[in-house]
Each structure stands twice: as C-alpha cells, then as structure tokens.
C-alpha cells in the first residue's frame, strides 16, 4: 500500500477502492450553485453530521466564498469511501453525489489533489499527573528510568510511523494495536485517547495529530498533553493534506486551489482552534496568534 494511502486509512479513510468508469471521468460538478462535500458523519475533529467539525467550517468557509448553498453527502471515511462518495452517480440526479472531499494526502492516488492547505505530523499523548510530566518531547520519553520505560503501555494505531518508533526504540513489545477501520458505527478515531488512555489502560497513545490535538484539549480528568513528533530524516511523520475531486476536473480543482490560497490565515485560525498541529513549509511549528 502507498503511504498516501496509508495515511488516509490511519486517518479513518479509505486505502484502496475500485475507480469510477471513465465515461463520467470528465464530468464537471453540476452548476446549480450547490457546493456538496463528501464527508464522514462521526469523525471528530474532522466531520460530524452535526457539523462541528474543522472540514465543516472550512466547507461553510468555501460554499460562503462561492455563495452557493452547503450540502453532504455522508459515508464513513473507511474502505469504500471514495467509491460511494465522490465517484458515484446520484441515482435520481443528473449530477454526483459530491464534488469535494476536504481532507485526503498530496497526491493521494484515488483523487485529483489541489496543493497542500495544511502540513501535521503525529504526536504523543500524555495524561497529566501520571508520574511523565518531566516529559516534554517525545524523544524525552527514552530518557526516563529504564524500568520505569518497560513498564509502559503505548496505544497506537495499525502500521502507522510510531509502530516505526516504537521497532527503532526496542519498544514495540509494548504496543497495544488499535485497527485502522471499525465495523462500529459509533466508534471514532479520538477513542484510545477519550477511553483507553484516560482510564489508564495504557500510559501513552500515539495519533495522527489533529485527532491527538482535539482530544488532548477535550480532556477533563485526567488533562492531557500532546506532543507533536518534529520531521524526521528516517521516520515520515509529517503530511501534507489537501482537497480531492475527481480526475478530470482540473478546472474544478484549481478554482478551489484558488479559494484555499485566499482563505489559507482563516483556514489555519480554524485549524489551531481546534488544536491541530501545523507545520510550516520549513517544518517548523505554527502558533495561534495571541
């Protein structure tokens, strides 16, 4: 598998789907003034039907720019989703179900890519008051007493790079697996961090940072504190995400390439709000203006 595809499964999408047939490859996206976006119901911070999500805001933010009406089209972000979103044929329209997916990797192979509107990286989650507080970078975790080290529980999910971390550290012994895709409904990617680790079930989670961000700040008791892995020469971290539609629209895509490079200091103040960790092209953090 690619690690694009890798990264959308480890994000809660999916990594491999048959292609639409090329007779509506080159289909535009109805011209009735309807922005409609493909998004997952329950995956928090990223989508919900609710629309509290951060790709919510930022498709509220696009269909504003365009002054067309906002609707969804809504399917778990898991095997098949690209398959039963944007590439599939409403069946009593003369259109797709949608026209835009707010959040897949650069160069993902399923759809076409506008440029990058955001770079994160995986973190570690602690929980405050748990005998790690003198931990202030992941790299500080291998400082610790050794005994105390191989004590330690990590959550983590599938093949992702802190599996890479945790083989390089001798440390993988100590992994606990969550998988990549559920068959739950109700389950939702911040799960190891609101549950497993919150309960003591295990004493470090590793996520994909916008999920370890927004679950970190959501927690009460006990607090969190994330810590965002920096680029690595030997293990890929950090990603570039981007906006996806189908091939073939390269119109479609460079006129919301153009929307994300006008609204890009919003859409990072929506990102930071929600605690999403954001790089920098030179890979340095971005801070939230005070």
């Known amino acids: 598998m690619t ?3 890798r990264l959308l499964g480890w994000i809660g999408s999916a990594a491999a789907v048959v292609s639409m047939t090329a007779a509506f490859a080159d289909a535009p996206p109805a011209a009735d003034n309807v922005l409609r976006v493909c998004a997952d119901p329950n995956n928090m911070p990223l989508s919900n039907q609710s629309g509290e999500g951060y790709e919510n805001r930022i498709a509220e933010l696009l269909a504003h720019d365009l002054g067309w009406k906002l609707e969804y089209t809504w399917f778990p972000q898991r ?3 690209v398959r039963n979103t944007l590439k599939a044929k409403d069946p009593d329209q003369d259109h797709f179900k949608c026209d835009l997916v707010i959040g897949v990797p650069v160069g993902y192979e399923l759809t076409l890519t506008t440029p990058a509107y955001y770079r994160s990286t995986w973190a570690m989650v602690l929980p405050v008051g748990k005998g790690l507080d003198d931990v202030h970078t992941p790299s500080d975790l291998l400082k610790i007493d050794p005994a105390r080290l191989k004590k330690l529980r990590f959550g983590l999910v599938g093949r992702s790079p802190p599996t890479d971390w945790l083989l390089k550290n001798n440390l993988i012994d100590q992994a606990v697996s969550v998988p990549t895709q559920s068959g739950d409904p109700a389950a939702y990617p911040g799960q190891m961090i609101a549950d497993q680790l919150a309960s003591g079930q295990i004493d470090v989670a590793f996520a994909w940072g916008p999920i370890a ?3 970190t700040k959501q927690a009460k008791a006990p607090a969190m504190r994330m810590l965002p892995f920096a680029p690595d020469p030997d293990i890929h971290f950090d990603y570039k995400i981007a906006m996806g539609v189908r091939f073939g629209e390269k119109e479609w895509r460079d ?3 153009g929307l994300i490079a006008r ?3 919003q859409i990072d103040e929506i990102l930071l709000s929600y605690g999403v960790p954001l790089l920098d092209d030179k ?6 203006a005070n």
């Open 3 to 5: 690690r694009q595809g």
């Open 255 to 257: 006129r919301i390439a």
């Open 263 to 265: 609204d890009q200091k």
């Open 283 to 288: 890979g340095n953090p971005i801070q939230a």
């Open 79 to 81: 095997m098949g989703f």
């Open 213 to 215: 961000g927004y679950f």
